[in-house]
């Protein structure tokens, strides 16, 4: 089984340049995350989706833009790339059925760097 | 969501069991008890969670205390590939969306 699959797994970008981190799940999870990881510290929500079509803000949202097509993929768009934005990047999905107890699965990450 | 407290790093043996604390004295009635870990260069795995009893699966074990105040989850044979950071986690059963909010977590280390 895939499960949660992220492309690219390692990419460097110069500061300016805009990309798109992929992500895909193949289980019709109706949850989708984005999650950033610096150096020593936990993991921060970027962006977040309960079903396509429908997005909202995490605890860090400046400088990134997603959107929820199907109900498989959820891309998250650099729009200027900083280097702030240097990071290892997971994508997570999950059934969602208003109950906080389904586990989230992670994909293995992007790891991001921006000279 | 509620806070949680684990100590930074924490050091075993392998073969031998181990329990990881985490204390969460704001929890609410509403807050599972979640735990993931995170292997080098992989992303978070869901190990196990929580309400009020203890629980098992093929992983660990989860015990709560009474007053739901702390948890301790259980490693009962430690292997080197349990060699990573154990994050708890405190979920709303009742809010809809799926945010999970890590704090630091525990370093686990695993001597051969």
């Known amino acids: 089984n895939a499960g949660v699959t992220q492309t690219p797994k390692f990419q460097v970008l110069k500061t300016g340049q805009s990309m798109t981190l992929q992500c895909a799940q193949d289980m019709n999870h109706e949850y989708m995350s984005w999650y950033r990881q610096d150096p020593g510290m936990g993991l921060r929500l970027i962006h977040y989706?309960?079903?396509?079509?429908?997005?909202d803000q995490g605890e860090v949202p400046n400088g990134y833009n997603v959107s929820r097509s199907t109900t498989e993929d959820f891309p998250l768009r650099l729009l200027s790339a900083a280097p702030s934005q240097t990071s290892v990047y997971f994508c997570?999905?999950?059934?969602?059925?208003?109950?906080?107890?389904?586990?989230?699965?992670f994909g293995d990450g992007t790891r991001l760097s921006i000279l | 969501d509620a806070k949680t407290t684990q100590p930074n790093s924490m050091e075993s043996n392998e073969e031998e069991p181990v329990h990881l604390p985490c204390n969460h004295s704001t929890i609410s009635g509403t807050d599972y008890i979640h735990w993931y870990r995170q292997l080098p260069s992989q992303g978070p795995e869901y190990v196990i969670h929580?309400?009020?009893s203890n629980v098992n699966n093929r992983m660990a074990s989860l015990a709560i205390a009474e007053d739901r105040k702390s948890s301790t989850l259980i490693l009962h044979r430690a292997t080197l590939r349990d060699a990573a950071v154990y994050y708890c986690i405190l979920k709303d059963r009742i809010q809809g969306a799926q945010k999970l909010v890590f704090g630091q977590g525990t370093r686990l280390t695993i001597n051969p």
């Open positions: 997570a999905s999950s059934p969602y059925g208003g109950v906080g107890t389904q586990p989230q699965h």
């Open positions: 929580g309400l009020t």
């Open positions: 989706s309960v079903g396509a079509g429908i997005t």
